[in-house]
């Protein structure tokens, strides 16, 4: 028997704010950089973006950067935040905490070799996009599944949404650079754990009257 749509669950989810780290365009991966006052004001208009939404749970990457913004945005709805590990950013290994520029110098001719087929190697102890994509995808199969009928909020990172993007929509991995997913942005996905449909992609409306600065999204 077909599913209603009725009964699919929908994903919002959410980049993380702006960090120190993004504004000084250093590799993040599964790193940590705290927030800057404004990713902050971003994690704060999404909350209030979001507080008039029938959310039923909220989920988070572990990393401090997305839990940040996932206890702020839970605050409104008195919700626990649901940490889930497979929603962290891609790892980067020894990148991790560089800029490109410091990595070119450090890491020599691996790099450059990386530089040029980076969706599919990983670096050194770090993951390419296969296996960002896999568990990614497995862990938002695994919340709709969970959450059919309600909407749920997962903040996460920009890579982990735009991978799912990627896949959800059968969009060749050449075209990764035409796609940009901005700090405290939201994309919502709706679906079960067969099928997934988009909704909207990186809306930025609840931003408007803030700054941004568009830098690395790792």
């Known amino acids: 028997m077909e599913r209603s749509e009725l009964e699919d669950a929908t994903l ?16 993040q991966g599964q790193k940590d950089s705290r927030l800057t ?10 909350a209030a973006r979001l507080a ?24 409104p709805h008195s919700l626990p935040v ?3 590990e497979d929603l962290r950013e891609r790892s980067y290994g020894l990148l991790e905490g560089k800029t490109s520029k410091e990595a ?8 450059l070799r990386w530089q040029a087929d980076h969706l599919r190697q990983a670096p050194p102890a770090g993951e390419n996009e296969q296996m960002v994509g896999d568990r990614v995808m497995d862990a938002l199969a695994e ?8 909407t749920v909020v997962i903040s996460t990172h920009g890579g982990p949404i735009k991978i ?8 060749p991995l050449s075209l990764w650079r035409l796609a940009w997913v901005s700090n405290g942005s939201i994309t919502i996905f709706r679906g079960n754990r067969d099928v997934m449909r988009l909704v909207c992609f990186n809306d930025v409306c609840h931003l408007e009257a803030t700054p941004t600065t568009e830098k690395m999204e790792d």
């Open 12 to 27: 919002i989810l959410v980049r993380h704010g702006e960090t120190v780290w993004n504004v000084e365009n250093r590799w």
């Open 52 to 75: 008039v939404t029938k959310v039923s749970a909220v989920y988070s990457s572990d990393l401090g950067r997305a839990r940040e913004v996932a206890d702020i945005i839970a605050a």
């Open 104 to 111: 070119g110098v450090s890491e020599g001719v691996w790099f």
């Open 82 to 84: 649901i940490e889930r």
């Open 37 to 46: 006052d404004l990713g902050r004001e971003q994690a704060r208009r999404v």
């Open 143 to 150: 919340i709709a599944e969970s959450h059919l009928g309600q």
């Open 164 to 171: 799912a993007f990627f896949r959800i929509l059968s969009i």
